[in-house]
């Protein structure tokens, strides 16, 4: 059991560009999650799936963002035309019950 | 919709004081409590947890217990170190009887903890 990881670390990019952030999840861990979190304040949730179904999405997730899952095992989290707002540390977290959500380490997104 | 309110800080203390962050919540149904901790350039860390009212959660000499009647779920140490120091958030989970939960979180906006020697 490695955790859960996520690449890249870190991403600069200029604003109108796209972006894709990975997740994979600790192994055989069902449900994944999203979250948002910007300076000074908590995570958001953004979205949710269950194995490959994404079954929740947050009113934050607007049609710019997508999420996939397509195996049931890595997610990607897609920005398309990146706006400065967009900046903020995205979370990916991880479980096997709704309980006990496992995170990663974050991948911190910085529009210029 | 559901919402969580922590004391506001930073939050400084000597080692060895007595620590309380407050929390409290809005929520429907029978949701779910956490309490997670994110130490300097790591993660975000589930540290206690209490799933219906009157729990108590406690790990690493940190406690919380789950008041319904008073919507709060206070994090407390006896006791606190300099290796506490750390951002801690009250975060909740939905929970409805009989229906479905997929456990989202909704957390606060972290209270930053420091422990002076």
């Known amino acids: 059991d490695t955790g859960v990881s996520q690449n890249p670390r870190h991403k600069i990019t200029k604003r109108g560009q796209n972006v894709t952030f990975r997740c994979d999840p600790i192994s055989e861990h069902n449900r994944l999650y999203w979250y948002r979190q910007t300076l000074g304040q908590g995570p958001e949730f953004l979205t949710y799936f269950q194995n490959e179904a994404q079954l929740e999405k947050s009113r934050l997730l607007s049609d710019r963002f997508s999420a996939e899952r397509p195996k049931g095992s890595f997610s990607t989290l897609e920005i398309q035309r990146t706006e400065q707002g967009d900046s903020a540390m995205y979370l990916c977290?991880?479980?096997?019950?709704?309980?006990?959500?496992?995170f990663g380490p974050g991948t911190r997104l910085t529009v210029l | 919709g559901d919402s969580v309110t922590q004391m506001e800080g930073p939050v400084t203390l000597s080692e060895e004081a007595f620590l309380t962050i407050n929390c409290t919540y809005t929520?429907?149904?029978?949701?779910?409590l956490f309490w997670y901790v994110q130490y300097p350039g790591e993660g975000l860390q589930l540290l206690l947890k209490a799933t219906k009212a009157d729990d108590k959660g406690s790990n690493k000499g940190f406690e919380a217990t789950y008041r319904k009647e008073t919507t709060s779920f206070h994090l407390e140490k006896g006791s606190v170190q300099v290796s506490d120091s750390a951002v801690y958030f009250c975060a909740l989970s939905e929970g409805y009887a009989g229906g479905t939960s997929y456990g989202k979180l909704t957390f606060g906006q972290g209270t930053i903890l420091t422990v002076h020697p």
């Open positions: 977290a991880s479980s096997w019950d709704k309980d006990t959500q496992y």
């Open positions: 929520a429907t149904g029978y949701p779910s």
